[in-house]
């Protein structure tokens, strides 16, 4: 069956532009989360969806990133006025009930320039 | 707050020698620990979970609660294992999940 997708695959944006990041889950999996990869820095957490709600958007790094998912499958994050060091792999993963494995989608490559 | 450290950024290793991969926690309560690998060009995935108790690929985990560690070991490194792996905690439920920084392990033929 399909897996976690993600797109665009890469983006090219210039600084202070938004740009918007798509992800597609495994048809059933309730919970979806965003990490972002940066180099040296592991996956960090930005946020997690239980259904439609997120209950814990900590991780965001600043008011400039959201996101949101309806009916309980896509979601789209959102960064508005882009800065340089936002450019990552932003990647999206989707599990059965949140507890357990992860299925993580290719990432989404941002640059900023 | 859960932390996840894994103290090595890269690990060399020759073919054939034993691997361990280490990786610490801090948790106040029952954690869940896994660990995902990330070989070239593919996705994240995952390795195993201290809860199967299982082996996978030759790799094993076992959870230390006293230590708080979860290192992962393979006592004969092949060089189809040269990888990123990443330690990963939950609190379980619909919480999130803290990753390490990953480790780099080099498998040198």
């Known amino acids: 069956g399909a897996g976690v997708s993600q797109s665009p695959s890469n983006k090219v944006t210039e600084k202070g532009k938004d740009v918007e990041l798509r992800c597609d889950p495994i048809?059933?999996?309730?919970?979806l989360y965003w990490y972002r990869q940066s180099l040296g820095q592991g996956l960090e957490f930005l946020i997690y969806f239980q259904g439609n709600s997120a209950p814990d958007k900590s991780g965001l790094p600043s008011d400039r990133f959201s996101a949101e998912r309806t009916g309980g499958s896509v979601s789209t994050l959102t960064i508005q006025r882009t800065q340089q060091e936002d450019s990552a792999v932003y990647l999206c993963?989707?599990?059965?009930?949140?507890?357990?494995?992860?299925?993580f989608g290719p990432g989404t490559r941002l640059t900023v320039t | 707050a859960q932390r996840v450290t894994q103290p090595e950024k890269l690990l060399s290793v020759f073919k054939g020698a034993p691997v361990e991969l280490k990786c610490n926690y801090s948790y106040s309560g029952s954690p869940e620990l896994f660990w995902y690998v990330q070989y070239s060009r593919q996705r994240l995935q995952l390795l195993l979970r201290?809860?199967s108790r299982e082996s996978i690929k030759g790799f094993t985990a076992d959870l230390n609660k006293g230590e708080t560690s979860f290192h992962l070991k393979k006592p004969f490194a092949q060089e189809e294992d040269s990888a990123m792996y990443y330690c990963a905690l939950t609190g379980g439920g619909y919480q999130k999940v803290t990753f390490g920084i990953g480790t780099k392990l080099q498998v040198i033929p």
């Open positions: 048809s059933g999996h309730t919970a």
């Open positions: 201290h809860i």
């Open positions: 993963a989707s599990s059965l009930g949140g507890r357990g494995e992860q299925y």
